[in-house]
């Protein structure tokens, strides 16, 4: 009698052929300029603005709103003093008074604080040693961003003071260029982060959280703020053999991808008494072909019920992420879209989803309502 595999041993792999079938189609599709977009992202810090989306790419960075009717407004739009900046990721936040900020940062490892009530710079963040690669936000406590880089560390800043709180790099840190950064949803002290090591570190910033709370009731130069290291990641996972270029925590579950055509659905397994050391027990996989360049970023719902991603032939895979097996709800194509996409953009509810390509252009498309 053959051996039978243990439940749970081996991955479930969802089927590339759509299920639960949702129908999308394009209703709208602008030019923003010739240079590739990086990132696209609606605002899901204030609920006011929650159809409001920027996008980035070479020196300057959009502001859009979807109307009815796949109509995309232009709001506001930055161009930065230096034409030579090339914006790879931005990111919604707010001061603690509540006013929207973008944050944005690229190749130049400048980031810029956009205070986009007043439309204008509210701060920008020296203190990277090369690009910046990604910008999030914590949803807890929208004042706080991480960036990743490609000075092979993470940084925790605070927008409303300037202040560099922590710097997550050193002895157990990433080895090569850091690619993507998320906070934990729940957890405010945890955090993880990816790269061109081919590694997923988990941290924890607990122990240094007196800093963070000092860093919102700080009146001195940002430069005298007592910036701390963090030099060990609670786990350190190797799950894939390439780069990784992003993760995102789904609940305590992360999802992360590297250029080998899926999306892993796995849960961090710590070692007691043995700080980041540990393992990444692999749960489910997400197929998406053509997806084997690096730099293509996931996006979900606010529930984080789906996930979409584009692939380097334009096409868009949207993956239902809770189910068990993963279910394929709608697979996205058009005989225009042929360039790769760096980045999608799903709205609130998923009803509409967003793309920014490499020729410059962004892509609205709308979930075709039913009739039951």
Not at 163 to 180: M, Y
Not at 236 to 257: E, M, P, Q, T
Request: proline fraction near 5%; aromatic fraction near 12%.
């Amino acid at each position: 009698m053959a051996a039978r595999v243990p439940l749970g041993c081996e991955p479930v792999v969802g089927s590339l052929t759509p299920s639960r079938k949702k129908e999308y189609r394009v209703t709208n599709r602008l030019q923003e300029g010739k240079r590739p977009l990086y990132g696209v992202v609606f605002n899901f810090i204030d609920s006011r603005y929650f159809n409001v989306f920027a996008t980035v790419g070479g020196n300057r960075v959009t502001v859009y709103q979807c109307l009815e009717g796949g109509v995309i407004a232009v709001l506001q739009s930055y161009i930065d003093e230096d034409k030579d900046e090339s914006f790879y990721t931005v990111s919604w936040a707010c001061n603690i008074d509540g006013s929207p900020f973008l944050v944005a940062g690229g190749i130049n490892g400048v980031i810029r604080v956009i205070d986009s009530g007043k439309e204008k710079i509210h701060k920008s963040f020296v203190g990277h040693g090369d690009s910046v690669n990604e910008i999030r936000t914590q949803p807890l406590k929208p004042s706080l961003v991480l960036s990743a880089s490609k000075d092979e560390s993470v940084r925790l800043w605070n927008v409303h003071t300037g202040i560099c709180i922590l710097v997550f790099a050193g002895a157990g840190g990433h080895r090569n260029e850091v690619l993507s950064v998320d906070f934990h949803p729940t957890d405010i002290y945890r955090i993880a982060s990816c790269g061109m090591d081919n590694t997923v570190k988990i941290w924890s910033m607990k122990e240094f959280w007196t800093y963070v709370e000092k860093s919102f009731t700080w009146t001195d130069l940002p430069s005298k703020f007592p910036t701390k290291y963090v030099q060990f990641p609670l786990l350190i996972a190797s799950v894939h053999n390439n780069y990784v270029d992003c993760n995102r925590w789904l609940g305590d579950f992360i999802l992360s991808k590297s250029v080998d055509n899926e999306i892993l659905l796995w849960e961090p397994k710590m070692k007691e008494q043995s700080a980041g050391e540990g393992t990444g027990d692999v749960l489910q996989k997400y197929p998406v072909p053509e997806c084997d360049i690096w730099f293509i970023k996931l996006s979900f719902d606010y529930h984080y019920k789906t996930a979409a991603i584009g692939n380097r032939e334009g096409k868009i895979f949207v993956w239902e992420v809770q189910t068990s097996p993963p279910t394929l709800i709608a697979k996205l194509s058009h005989v225009q879209s042929k360039q790769p996409i760096r980045q999608t953009a799903m709205s609130f509810d998923g009803s509409t989803i967003l793309s920014c390509c490499e020729d410059g252009t962004i892509w609205r498309w709308d979930v075709v309502a039913t009739t039951s």
